[in-house]
């Protein structure tokens, strides 16, 4: 069959659908059907049909090469998984049962905050139709976003904040589950909001201000709250309002409070733990205490010839229990480094004495040679190990072995207290969940600086430094399920063994061979390559939302999706989004 178009005099040329065949020698024609009344480009489609091109005829085109246009090209994967994620961990009902524009730009914050961790200002941008580069403002209807919404959502999660995190409490934590708690700082910029004040820097930026927030989880790392606090409020003020919160607005009476050395220390436990019902603690003793334990014989290296724990307890802990465990790979290190430091220290001291000793214009008075001597043990941290004799013309520095030696048997030492009750918990499971306290950590690596970055806070309201930090939290509660959902093609350890059934909870974790096989051969599996967790999200971002135009077509308007490959379809499968892309 062919297509032949007629000269009709005067008229249109006449379209005809011809069929030939050879008869006795001779060619013949017939005609099957009048195409006159189509559209041009209804006939070359089925003219291409005709070669073998087939084509659909909702979207048949003559020429693709000059007919066809791909406009509008966004990234669309990531934004997408990050979406679905929060509907299916249930937080977007969490925040609010009610569908809502406010509740739409909530979800935009905390998917841009995931993505950029930029200003609020660059999240509307990020929304808005003119300069989007992704499509999280298509997404959620908010093409026509601008920041002064933003703030207004900000300010209604804020009040919704104690809603939010008791309905995070009721689903995370059981009544009497422990429930971790650290707090961190991160620096400020400006110098106007309440907040924002000077106290004890963890990003060594003592010169700016800084705003303190102290972060729940329970013992997965789920995080359930957030805390924020001046920047001059320690943790001996941030814990009291921790248990408040915890026991009142969390709704948990019966609880374990977990915390560091500095966070639950005895004051702390005294004045706000000790007689309260259904209160309990995991804590550690500071290296001033496990020292005191040691001179008064309590704690003696016999204790670990069968194992590297064992349980006792002292008149200074009156209903505790005190854990003491040596780890000797962190003997080792620690050993290692006070070795390297103190070699260190000599060598510049070596060079301060030699300014001493010199001939021409040597160094003299003992204040200035005790400047020179200062600045070096004390950059080093190590002058409790150095005996120092320095006069007007001479100076004299000797290791003070019988100090070395004291710490040195505290090396690898550590002690864990706690008041729960043997029967209810055994001692390699109050190790387990002090241990769970690194899961919190993980929590302020990430909010700091990997993929949140919560710093450096521009904002100038109280208030809304707040809410900017609540946001950033509930970030992180979407990455924390991401990151379970994505163990497969990570390098994670699916297989982890319970501390209840490992060989020894004080050394570190061996991984399993599921895991070995992953760091060996980088792919899991389904023999698909191993990434990290920014890396899948990068990956997904090729999954791009085009529209794409056919010119003079009824039809010739639609929106496309990339195909994805076969690494974005195992990251998909992962996460069960197939419908939202």
Request: one cysteine or more; aromatic letters at 6%.
């Amino acid at each position: 069959m062919y297509i032949e178009r007629v000269p009709n005099r005067n008229s249109p040329p006449a379209v005809l659908l011809r069929e030939s065949w050879r008869e006795n020698g001779k060619t013949k024609k017939r005609t099957v059907a009048n195409l006159s009344s189509l559209a041009d480009e209804t006939v070359e489609a089925v003219r291409g049909a005709l070669k073998g091109d087939v084509v659909p005829a909702a979207m048949a085109i003559a020429e693709p090469r000059k007919r066809l246009e791909i406009t509008n090209v966004r990234m669309h994967g990531h934004v997408a998984a990050i979406v679905a994620m929060i509907k299916r961990s249930g937080l977007l009902q969490t925040i609010d049962r009610k569908p809502s524009r406010r509740r739409d730009i909530v979800v935009a914050m905390i998917a841009d905050r995931l993505l950029h961790g930029d200003s609020k200002l660059a999240t509307a941008r990020h929304c808005q139709k003119e300069t989007a580069a992704t499509t999280l403002g298509e997404l959620l209807s908010l093409e026509d976003l601008d920041e002064h919404e933003c703030y207004r959502a900000m300010d209604w999660l804020l009040e919704r904040q104690e809603s939010i995190q008791k309905k995070l409490a009721r689903k995370h934590l059981e009544d009497g589950d422990p429930v971790l708690f650290d707090l961190s700082s991160s620096y400020f910029e400006g110098h106007t909001c309440p907040l924002a004040k000077h106290g004890y820097s963890r990003d060594k930026r003592g010169d700016l201000p800084q705003v303190n927030y102290g972060v729940y989880c329970n013992t997965q790392g789920v995080p359930i709250g957030v805390e924020a606090l001046p920047g001059n409020e320690n943790d001996r003020v941030a814990f009291p309002k921790a248990v408040a919160r915890v026991r009142n607005d969390f709704g948990c009476k019966n609880v374990i409070f977990v915390g560091d050395r500095g966070m639950i220390g005895g004051k702390a436990i005294d004045d706000y733990l000790r007689g309260e019902e259904g209160v309990q603690w995991i804590t550690a003793l500071n290296s001033a205490s496990i020292a005191k334990l040691q001179r008064q014989g309590a704690i003696q290296l016999s204790l670990f010839d069968e194992r590297d724990l064992a349980s006792i307890t002292h008149p200074d802990y009156p209903d505790e229990r005190l854990v003491v465990c040596r780890n000797p790979l962190l003997a080792d290190e620690r050993q290692r480094k006070r070795e390297a430091l103190l070699a260190a220290t000599e060598k510049l001291l070596a060079k301060v004495k030699a300014k001493v000793d010199r001939k021409r214009k040597p160094l003299r008075g003992k204040s200035e040679i005790g400047v020179e001597v200062g600045k070096v043990v004390n950059g080093k941290k190590v002058a409790k190990h150095f005996r120092i004799e320095i006069d007007d013309d001479r100076f004299e520095y000797f290791r003070d072995q019988e100090k070395i030696d004291v710490e040195t048997s505290l090396d690898g030492l550590y002690t864990i207290r706690s008041n729960v009750d043997a029967g209810e918990m055994s001692d390699e499971q109050v190790v387990a969940h002090y241990k769970n306290l690194a899961s919190v950590e993980r929590a302020f690596r990430s909010l700091k600086s990997i993929d949140l970055r919560v710093r450096p806070i521009n904002h100038r309201l109280a208030d809304r430094v707040r809410s900017h930090i609540f946001i950033c939290m509930l970030a992180y509660y979407i990455e924390h399920q991401l990151r379970q959902a994505l163990a497969g093609p990570m390098f994670v350890d699916e297989e982890k063994t319970p501390s209840e059934m490992r060989d020894s909870i004080v050394s570190p974790a061996r991984r399993s061979e599921s895991a070995k096989h992953k760091d060996a051969t980088r792919r899991n599996d389904a023999g698909f390559r191993l990434s990290s967790f920014r890396d899948i999200l990068e990956s997904l971002s090729a999954i791009t939302r085009s529209t794409v135009n056919i010119h003079r077509h009824p039809n010739g308007r639609f929106t496309a999706t990339s195909r994805p490959t076969p690494h974005q379809q195992e990251i998909i499968r992962q996460l069960r989004i197939e419908r939202h892309l």
